[in-house]
Nanobody, 123 residues
């Protein structure tokens, strides 16, 4: 079993940057792919990005591709989400989760969700 804890959220102006961290305890983060999702008020979870267990493959949602970068440091058991050129529509609670089976883009394929970290982008 793995426990994931997100951090790094906050309030930022449009055009700014934030880096989110997803720290794992228990099972090592290098044994599974790790994804980021976000959920805005009144909306369903939206796929943001995923990184393979080796870090060799990354995939992004259409709305963040080219602005966000996912990476991992297996030595620190941590996955990062660098968010640049932030927009007000990026405002949401961001969650990381461990991929267990199935496609990368749907929440049901993930387990061990963290508690989330709030990102608010002001215009």
């Amino acid at each position: 079993q793995v426990q994931l804890v997100e951090s790094g959220g906050g309030l930022v102006q449009a055009g700014g940057s934030l880096r989110l961290s997803c720290a794992a305890s228990g099972r090592t983060v290098s044994s599974y792919a790790t994804g980021w999702f976000r959920q805005a008020p009144g909306k369903e979870h939206e796929f943001v990005a995923v990184i393979s267990w080796s870090g060799g493959n990354t995939y992004y949602g259409d709305s963040v591709r080219g602005r966000f970068t996912i990476s991992r440091d297996n030595a620190k058991n941590t996955v990062y989400l660098q968010m640049n050129s932030l927009k007000p529509e990026d405002t949401a609670v961001y969650y990381c989760a461990a991929h267990h089976s199935g496609g990368y883009y749907t929440p049901i394929s993930y387990e061990s969700w963290g508690q989330g970290t709030q990102v608010t982008v002001s215009s």
